[in-house]
């Protein structure tokens, strides 16, 4: 009996010793930074980040999440839309308790991996960013306006470590130097293969997402603030540990992408100018309306976004270039013969073709699936002004 005893202390002292070896002080408390691999939904495909407070005095296991917001809000997509949604950090459970689902299943439940980092902070430093963190959770204090590239779930997280303890590793650049932040988000894209997310994006993001990024705003991503504090050379991160890993087989590619869609569209409508007969004639003549609106009401968005949001990095947008907010009213006259009309679409088809000769020269970077677009916008323009389907 005494041998089994003595084994059982050891394994409960080896246990103790693994759940708290960077509590070792009078704080006891250990915190670490949580990354979240990508999701498949497109809110999730950049990956989340999140501190995990763990206090053996109160044996409480408490994970901090910047990401929360209210879904149920009154004005909820008016406020996204136009970038004043308020985030909010909220207290949750690493594991379930209480019949309420905690961090770590909730994760696991939608097959995204877990990886943890154990900060290495002073007992001071600790206790600091704890009471820091609890003063956030206030009624008061927990609501922030979210900007995806300067102050989100990990940013706000990163600027904790940074205040608190050292700002050191906020200059270890974990992409070249002279990448930009749309390069950083296609990455993710790409991976994902979410081509037609991409183009959305691609066409409501303006000029300024094509900045180069410091280190710091390289760490806007969850990875790459992980992998900052893996990479700095003083020494962040006590351990690192997978806690759930995930069996990735990625998405599966499609051959659809905007490029081939908007491709087989130009190929359809070219050939169907081809054909001489009434219902073409028809056809053609309802799709150019069609086409023109939408185009044009593309560009009203456009604008809207520029002026009528907080969203920066929708400002100086190059795609008002082919998408006129013009041809909305343009739509109504596309099928006339008067002078002015054809003279419209004659401008038209002239500027959009130094628009496509620019097109990889421009300061923005434009996305590839538009080119047939823009070379439909050319064709049908030249059509109306000769008047010809």
Not at 247 to 273: E, Q, R, S
Request: some cysteine; aromatic content about 16%; glycine content about 6%.
């Amino acid at each position: 009996m005494q041998k089994i005893a003595i084994r059982l202390l050891f394994l409960f002292v080896l246990a103790n010793w693994q759940f708290s070896s960077s509590a070792q002080d009078s704080s006891r408390l250990r915190i670490s930074l949580l990354t979240c691999t990508p999701g498949d939904e497109l809110y999730s495909t950049f990956g989340h980040s999140a501190y995990r407070v763990i206090d053996s005095n109160s044996v409480t296991d408490i994970v901090y999440n910047y990401g929360t917001f209210n879904f149920d809000d009154s004005d909820f997509y008016l406020k996204f839309i136009r970038g004043k949604l308020l985030y909010y950090v909220s207290p949750e459970p690493f594991n379930d308790t209480g019949g309420y689902m905690g961090f770590k299943t909730l994760y696991q439940s939608t097959n995204r991996g877990i990886t943890e980092q154990v900060l290495n902070l002073s007992a001071e430093e600790k206790i600091s960013i704890r009471s820091f963190l609890n003063e956030n959770i206030k009624e008061a204090n927990k609501y922030y306006k979210y900007d995806f590239f300067f102050d989100n779930c990990t940013t706000r997280l990163r600027d904790i470590l940074k205040k608190q303890h050292d700002s050191a590793f906020t200059q270890t650049a974990v992409m070249p130097m002279g990448s930009r932040f749309r390069q950083a988000i296609h990455q993710y894209l790409d991976q994902n293969n979410k081509a037609w997310s991409k183009l959305g994006i691609d066409i409501l993001l303006g000029q300024p997402c094509d900045a180069m990024m410091t280190a710091e705003q390289m760490q806007f991503l969850p990875d790459n603030l992980m992998k900052s504090l893996d990479s700095s050379k003083h020494k962040d991160v006590l351990s690192s540990e997978n806690l759930y890993p995930i069996n990735n087989d990625g998405n599966k590619k499609t051959l659809f992408t905007p490029f081939v869609v908007f491709a087989l569209l130009f190929v359809f409508i070219f050939v169907t100018g081809l054909i001489k007969s009434k219902f073409a004639n028809i056809f053609l003549q309802g799709f150019d309306g069609l086409f023109f609106f939408l185009s044009g009401a593309l560009g009203v968005m456009l604008i809207f976004m520029w002026t009528g949001t907080d969203h920066q990095m929708c400002k100086n947008n190059f795609n008002l270039l082919w998408a006129w907010p013009t041809h909305t009213v343009m739509a109504f006259f596309v099928n006339s013969n008067k002078s002015w009309v054809k003279k419209y679409y004659k401008f038209t088809a002239v500027a959009l073709m130094g628009v496509l000769i620019s097109w990889y020269f421009l300061p923005q970077q434009m996305n590839s699936g538009l080119l047939p677009i823009v070379l439909l916008l050319i064709y049908r323009s030249v059509k109306k002004s000769l008047n010809t389907n």
